[in-house]
């Protein structure tokens, strides 16, 4: 009882920095904070863990969501106060450069919280006790990288530089040199844990470690398309689609661990990869009739050319996205795939069957095959009743 009461004031402690944190910058500050992608995204990560912590309170991936949104709600109230402080003509710049010096503190605990203790944690807590040092090994050497936050001769508070009286540039460069080694080492073994982990898990497991894989999939995709399309980071649409990605990450974790629609993950993968390809294909076609018609007819009226390309694509979605989705769906979604098969066998062969007995055992096997029913009755009023 006394631990569960500990439980509910830590909890509570958290969501009043992640909430309070926030909305007194804004009271205090109106417009001062200006956040960008991090802050956001701990806003999802915050509410996940609240939802989290409520109904599984003994699970960690809640406490650490909740932590870290707990933690960047300290960073905006930090944040809003240096701006309050450099503005009015009583306070010191000390001060204020003292609060920047301090939200700049939570960006490495904040990160380790998103990357390694969820990659570690999730779904249930860590797989065995042989991991633990991995997580204390980070936490010291998130530690060192804090305090050589702290004592840094200049600190970044979004786009803006701002000078650190109290810090030394010679002992930020050492201490994020070595911890930033060693987080980077703990890394990679935290995400050889989680392979491993996919790769043994079974049943409810297995659902939760696809779930986490396929949000996790979605941010590589991201970063990789930074890594092509040169300026997309900085644009709104690259700043949108970071944010959407990386709360793709805490909103998975949330649905597999609370266990809500678990299985229907296979079926949001095919859906996902059967428009991702079609759009792409799309988009090529789209790309190649502009550029082939404006090529060999360069006197052609370019709206004419942009409405028969996007005709052409309207045109070509439907059974592009059919054939595309059957070819996903056979790898992706293989269960749902095997039942529209057997459905569609089983009606092509009831149109010629006229034995009321033949039909109900052949929809009891169908319907055991496809759905496995622990128990299954089928009756046909008057003829034939067939219970299994």
């Known amino acids: 009882m006394k631990r569960s009461g500990l439980m509910r004031a830590a ?226 649409i690259g700043e949108v689609a970071l944010f959407a990605a990386l709360s793709c990450v805490p909103v998975s974790c949330g649905v597999a661990i609370l266990r809500y629609r678990l299985y229907e993950i296979d079926r949001i993968i095919s859906r996902t990869a059967s428009y991702a390809v079609v759009t792409g294909l799309l988009l090529a076609v789209y790309f190649v009739i502009v550029t082939s018609v404006t090529t060999l007819l360069p006197k052609a009226s370019n709206g004419f050319v942009v409405a028969a390309a996007t005709l052409a694509a309207a045109a070509a979605f439907r059974p592009l996205l059919s054939r595309v989705q059957k070819s996903v769906d056979r790898r992706f979604d293989r269960e749902r795939y095997d039942g529209l098969q057997a459905a569609e066998a089983f009606s092509a062969r009831l149109r010629d069957e006229t034995d009321p007995a033949a039909v109900a055992a052949e929809m009891t096997t169908v319907v055991q095959r496809t759905l496995q029913p622990g128990r299954l009755l089928l009756w046909i009023p008057g003829d034939v009743a067939d219970e299994r």
Do not use: K
């Open 11 to 236: 909890r509570w402690m958290l969501i009043g920095m992640f909430l309070g944190g926030p909305a007194l910058g804004v009271v205090l500050a109106p417009g001062a904070a200006r956040p960008g992608a991090l802050p956001f995204t701990a806003l999802i990560y915050g509410l996940v863990g609240m939802v989290v912590t409520g109904h599984r309170p003994r699970n960690p991936v809640g406490w650490v969501f909740l932590g870290a949104g707990a933690v960047q709600g300290f960073a905006w109230l930090a944040v809003s106060l240096s701006a309050r402080g450099s503005s009015a003509a009583e306070s010191a710049p000390t001060t204020a450069n003292f609060l920047d010096v301090v939200a700049n503190m939570t960006y490495i605990p904040t990160m380790l919280l998103f990357t390694l203790f969820t990659v570690l944690l999730y779904p249930e807590g860590l797989p065995s006790p042989r991991w633990r040092p991995i997580l204390w090994a980070a936490v010291i050497a998130a530690s060192a990288m804090t305090v050589g936050a702290a004592v840094a001769g200049t600190v970044r508070v979004g786009d803006v530089a701002v000078s650190n009286p109290y810090g030394s540039a010679a002992w930020n460069g050492r201490l994020f040199g070595i911890g930033g080694a060693v987080i980077t080492a703990c890394l990679v073994l935290g995400v050889i844990s989680a392979a491993l982990r996919i790769r043994r898990s079974v049943g409810v497991e297995r659902a939760q470690m696809r779930w986490f894989a396929s949000a996790v999939a979605l941010v590589v995709a991201l970063f990789t398309l930074y890594l092509v399309v040169p300026g997309l980071e900085q644009s709104r």
